[in-house]
T-cell receptor, first 112, second 111 residues
Framework: NAGVTQTPKFQVLKTGQSMTLQCAQD?????MYWYRQDPGMGLRLIYY???????DKGEVPNGYNVSRLNKREFSLRLESAAPSQTSVYFC???????????FGPGTRLTVL | SQQGEEDPQALSIQEGENATMNCSYK?????LQWYRQNSGRGLVHLIL?????REKHSGRLRVTLDTSKKSSSLLITASRAADTASYFC???????????FGPGTRLSVLP
């Protein structure tokens, strides 16, 4: 039982490059989330998926797209990376949207 | 200001002392949650308190909720060096909706 897994752990991109962050959970949770955390700050919600087949914008969706591939997997795509997207990205899941969330280990992304 | 805000921003105590952190929020809630984050790692859920509960315990943790004041507090008793971390409260964006995390309280427990 791995919980929430994220790949990759680290990534360096050049401005304008694209990439996809992968997230998977094995807890049969309905809801999944993508957050970003900038130094010394709390988490800001980028996108979430309340249930399989649905996605909704969070606080800071600009520059990102998501795909809820199936109940287990929720990916985050940066189409054209910008230095402002340098951050640590966390994926999380929960049974339903207002229950406790389980977090992955994070992806440290640097955009040069 | 943010939906959920922790206070203080930083707290430094000696091992064995108690640590208290506070969280204020704005909207009606069905529950409020506290999380811990060790440096560079993902958040770990500590405790969930429902709107009809006033106090909840989990080991050395005690959480209170005052819905009339829209505030919650997290008390860690007999702190240990391993409690050094950032602590976040999470409050719902709206009733039953996904959660918003505050900026956190950075707790340092000195040996």
């Amino acid at each position: 039982n791995a919980g929430v897994t994220q790949t990759p752990k680290f990534q360096v991109l050049k401005t304008g490059q694209s990439m996809t962050l992968q997230c998977a959970q094995d807890m049969n949770h309905n809801s999944m989330y993508w957050y970003r955390q900038d130094p010394g700050m709390g988490l800001r919600l980028i996108y979430y998926s309340a249930s399989e087949g649905t996605t909704d914008k969070g606080e800071v969706p600009n520059g990102y797209n998501v795909s809820r591939l199936n109940k287990r997997e929720f990916s985050l795509r940066l189409e054209s990376a910008a230095p402002s997207q340098t951050s640590v990205y966390f994926c999380a899941s929960s049974e339903v949207t207002y229950n406790e969330q389980f977090f992955g280990p994070g992806t440290r992304l640097t955009v040069l | 200001s943010q939906q959920g805000e922790e206070d203080p921003q930083a707290l430094s105590i000696q091992e064995g002392e108690n640590a208290t952190m506070n969280c204020s929020y704005k909207t009606s809630i069905n529950n409020l949650q506290w999380y811990r984050q060790n440096s560079g790692r993902g958040l770990v859920h500590l405790i969930l308190i429902r709107s009809n509960e006033r106090e909840k315990h989990s080991g050395r943790l005690r959480v209170t909720l005052d819905t009339s004041k829209k505030s919650s507090s997290l008390l860690i008793t007999a702190s240990r060096a391993a409690d050094t971390a950032s602590y976040f409260c999470a409050t719902p964006r709206g009733y039953g909706q996904n959660f918003v995390f505050g900026p956190g309280t950075r707790l340092s427990v000195l040996p």
